[in-house]
């Protein structure tokens, strides 16, 4: 609540507040900026994150409150901004920086993206409250350990944010981050929050080959392309701990996949999932739905595949034009944009115009794919005595919600 945040902001009485957010999410981070200015209005307000760095103009439009926008990997150039407000200089010059100046926005240069990103230290773990962070009684704590992406999918603005080099930390600096949480803070369940895990192969396959040999004993999880996705890595992984694989199957049509660029075929995703599937990790499978140009047959396909590659869990999202992202850009230009309420960009409601869907007949495709992936009776009979029951409590509940909602739309 609005007195929470106030009640913090009192607490520590800072000079600067740095936020970051997602598109759903601004309106909240909108909402601290205020409370912050309004209590102290002298405290400067910085934002940074993918949807500010690709729309600064309009997120000082939309909140006045802000002071600074830290566009792109945001490490030096906040530093520099720290630096410069602490001695009293004039940041109007640093690189990656964004100005709320009253009547006009200053965009300076982007700032050069970090090449040895083993410089860059741990995350201030201590700051959180870690014990807090867990899965099914098991201490839970994620790790980044890469940053660029070489493919650009429509719908994604990582490679936009970080670059299109991959530029990974070295094996000795994973591994010594995993010891430090696995040590200090007891964490057993780790995931790899990195867009692809193993895009470079061989780092992979050594990592997970480490984390066995230095005796930690973690659970984790990853995420993989499936045209990269081999029996030597899924091998290694699983000897190293990885229960789960995260896929991007995206799509069952291949006129999607390619208005998608995503560069795969479905059946490079039904080959990945089996060899997963062949060394016993688990996978999950993430599937859009509602792309300008789809049709019925499009999804029908999609919802067919995410059955038919044999993949443990489904994840189907709505198709989000999030801002900077190639798909952000068509949608503007084809004049597709339903609404600029960003609390809907959730990829749970439809926010873009179709050409062949209004927006409660994908709304109901998007809850069908849930429920014909999850309803499945031999599904359920699988859960029950390899998963005991697991996907049953967690998920059922909520595809049968969406099941009532269809019907009672119908």
């Not at 000897?239 to 006129?255: A, D, L």
């Not at 597709?336 to 990829?347: G, N, P, Q």
């Amino acid at each position: 609540s609005h007195e929470d945040v106030e009640k913090v902001i009192k607490r520590y009485d800072p000079d600067v507040i740095g936020i970051t957010s997602t598109t759903s999410m601004i309106p909240d981070a909108y909402a601290i900026a205020e409370v912050a200015k309004r209590y102290n209005e002298n405290v400067k307000i910085v934002m940074g994150g993918p949807h500010v760095t690709f729309l600064p103009e309009r997120t000082f439009k939309e909140c006045p409150y802000i002071d600074f926008i830290v566009r792109g990997e945001g490490e030096i150039t906040f530093k520099k901004l720290i630096d410069a407000l602490e001695k009293n200089k004039d940041p109007l010059n640093i690189l990656g920086l964004s100005i709320n100046l009253g009547d006009k926005v200053k965009n300076n240069p982007p700032r050069p993206l970090i090449k040895d990103v083993d410089t860059i230290p741990m995350p201030s773990y201590d700051l959180l409250p870690m014990e807090k962070y867990q899965v099914n009684g098991v201490r839970f704590g994620t790790v980044m350990t890469s940053r660029g992406c070489p493919f650009n999918c429509a719908f994604c603005s990582s490679s936009l944010q970080f670059g299109k080099k991959w530029r990974g930390h070295s094996d000795s600096r994973v591994i010594e981050e995993l010891k430090y949480l696995y040590e200090k803070y007891r964490i057993r369940e780790m995931e790899f929050l990195d867009d692809t895990f193993t895009l470079n192969r061989k780092r992979a396959i050594r990592i997970a080959e480490r984390i066995r040999k230095e005796g930690l004993d973690i659970s984790w999880s990853g995420s993989s392309r499936v045209d990269i996705f081999t029996d030597e890595l899924a091998q290694a992984m699983k000897k190293g701990g990885c229960h789960t694989i995260f896929f991007g199957i995206e799509s069952g049509s291949q006129k999607t996949l390619d208005f998608i660029g995503k560069g795969i075929t479905p059946e490079q995703s039904i080959s990945a999932v089996k060899k997963a599937k062949r060394h016993e990790i688990s996978a999950l499978g993430a599937f859009v739905i509602g792309f300008p140009e789809e049709t019925r047959e499009d999804i029908e396909k999609t919802i067919k595949l995410s059955k038919k590659v044999g993949v443990d869990f489904a994840q189907f999202t709505i198709a989000t034009p999030y801002p900077g992202t190639r798909l952000w850009k068509y949608a503007l230009a084809k004049k597709l944009i339903l609404t600029f309420d960003w609390r809907k960009y959730t990829t749970l409601d439809p926010v873009m115009k179709l050409k062949n869907f209004t927006a409660q007949q994908i709304t109901k495709l998007f809850q069908k794919a849930y429920i014909s992936f999850y309803l499945r009776p031999l599904y359920l009979i699988k859960d029950l005595i390899s998963r005991r029951g697991f996907i049953f409590r967690r998920a059922i509940p909520r595809v049968i919600k969406m099941a009532r909602s269809l019907m009672v739309g119908n």
